[in-house]
């Protein structure tokens, strides 16, 4: 009676191994593999003439990929459209993005802004109150911090103004009681100083963890801007906005791409 106990074991054995396999395959499709395509929002740091830091992008690129989305038939459109589709449930039109600068630093008010308002293009700016409050960079490369004078002209003149946190901190590392109190103390400046129901919320280091995302919600986010970490679809009221990274050294390709641009004719 040794082969039918030894078939048990293996039969067992094989059982286990798919059981494995399927929760790992269903843990890497949810939190590292989750990826929709296309994108939809261009995620912007730094904007400086020059610079070789890696979250520094240079006005001249800028300026090249702001022309690269009119001549692909991009229509610029402000981050609220992309929150509704996300809100209802609906998909966007294919050559539609928006724009978003994180860190609200002076040279997005100094190169950024002349560009943006040339373009007649819409355009979100996270910032993170603290530092504004402070003028300390989010990264010590960075041309500097706007001050609260800049962030109220920029919306004055239409922009959007949203959280990045208050202090930058990793907010994964949070209590719920410490996470509530970031989100908040930024959300009630950025209202006092704007004038604006600020909802959205766009996370430091884009880290988050998945059972933070109640949280959020209970501290008044509508939207939470990804970059890094993705926990998959999560809780449906708050609305994710997955983000394209443009950096340093990103090519005007991978732009397009990221953006879902299909056409296979000559581009631009
Ligand atoms: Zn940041």
Same mark, same amino acid.
């Given at each position: 009676?040794?082969?039918?106990? #030894?078939?048990?074991?293996?039969?067992?054995?094989?059982?286990? /191994?798919? =059981?494995? %396999?399927?929760?790992?395959?269903?843990?890497?499709?949810?939190?590292?593999?989750?990826?929709?395509?296309?994108?939809?929002? #261009? /995620?912007?740091?730094?904007?400086?003439?020059?610079?070789?830091?890696?979250?520094?992008?240079?006005?001249?690129?800028?300026?090249?990929?702001?022309?690269? =989305?009119?001549?692909?038939?991009?229509?610029?459109?402000? =981050?609220?459209?992309?929150?509704?589709?996300?809100?209802?449930?609906?998909? =966007? &039109?294919?050559?539609?993005?928006?724009?978003?600068?994180?860190?609200?630093?002076?040279?997005?008010? *100094?190169?950024?802004?002349?560009?943006?308002?040339?373009?007649?293009?819409?355009?979100?700016?996270?910032?993170?109150?603290?530092?504004?409050?402070?003028?300390?960079?989010?990264?010590?490369?960075?041309?500097?911090?706007?001050?609260? &004078?800049?962030? *109220?002209?920029?919306?004055?003149?239409?922009?959007?103004?949203?959280?990045?946190?208050? @202090?930058? $901190?990793?907010?994964?590392? #949070? @209590?719920?009681?410490? %996470?509530?109190?970031?989100?908040? $103390?930024?959300?009630?400046?950025?209202?006092?100083?704007?004038?604006?129901?600020?909802?959205?919320? /766009?996370?430091?280091?884009?880290?988050?963890?998945?059972? *933070?995302?109640?949280?959020?919600?209970? &501290?008044?986010?509508?939207?939470?801007?990804?970059?890094?970490?993705?926990?998959?679809?999560?809780?449906?009221?708050?609305?994710?906005?997955?983000?394209? +990274?443009?950096?340093?050294?990103?090519?005007? +390709?991978?732009?397009?791409?990221? #953006?879902?641009?299909?056409?296979?004719?000559?581009?631009?």
């Amino acid at each position: 009676m040794e082969i039918p106990t #030894l078939s048990k074991y293996s039969l067992s054995f094989a059982f286990l /191994c798919l =059981l494995f %396999l399927v929760f790992g395959l269903w843990n890497v499709k949810t939190e590292e593999t989750y990826a929709p395509k296309p994108l939809h929002v #261009l /995620c912007y740091h730094d904007i400086t003439p020059n610079s070789s830091f890696k979250y520094s992008r240079t006005t001249e690129k800028l300026k090249y990929d702001f022309q690269l =989305l009119r001549d692909s038939g991009f229509k610029v459109v402000p =981050l609220e459209k992309i929150i509704e589709a996300g809100q209802k449930k609906v998909p =966007l &039109a294919l050559r539609e993005a928006a724009l978003t600068f994180d860190d609200a630093t002076t040279g997005q008010y *100094q190169y950024a802004r002349p560009l943006l308002k040339s373009f007649g293009y819409p355009a979100t700016f996270y910032a993170p109150t603290a530092l504004v409050e402070s003028g300390e960079p989010a990264a010590k490369e960075y041309s500097g911090t706007m001050a609260w &004078a800049d962030i *109220q002209k920029l919306a004055e003149e239409g922009f959007y103004i949203a959280s990045h946190g208050h @202090s930058h $901190k990793d907010l994964s590392r #949070l @209590s719920p009681g410490d %996470l509530k109190e970031e989100i908040q $103390k930024s959300l009630s400046l950025l209202r006092k100083r704007t004038g604006m129901n600020v909802l959205d919320f /766009c996370l430091p280091y884009g880290l988050y963890k998945r059972e *933070q995302e109640e949280h959020f919600l209970e &501290a008044g986010i509508r939207s939470m801007a990804l970059t890094t970490t993705d926990h998959g679809p999560g809780i449906p009221a708050l609305v994710k906005i997955r983000r394209f +990274e443009v950096l340093a050294d990103t090519g005007a +390709e991978e732009i397009l791409e990221a #953006l879902g641009w299909e056409n296979k004719e000559k581009r631009p």
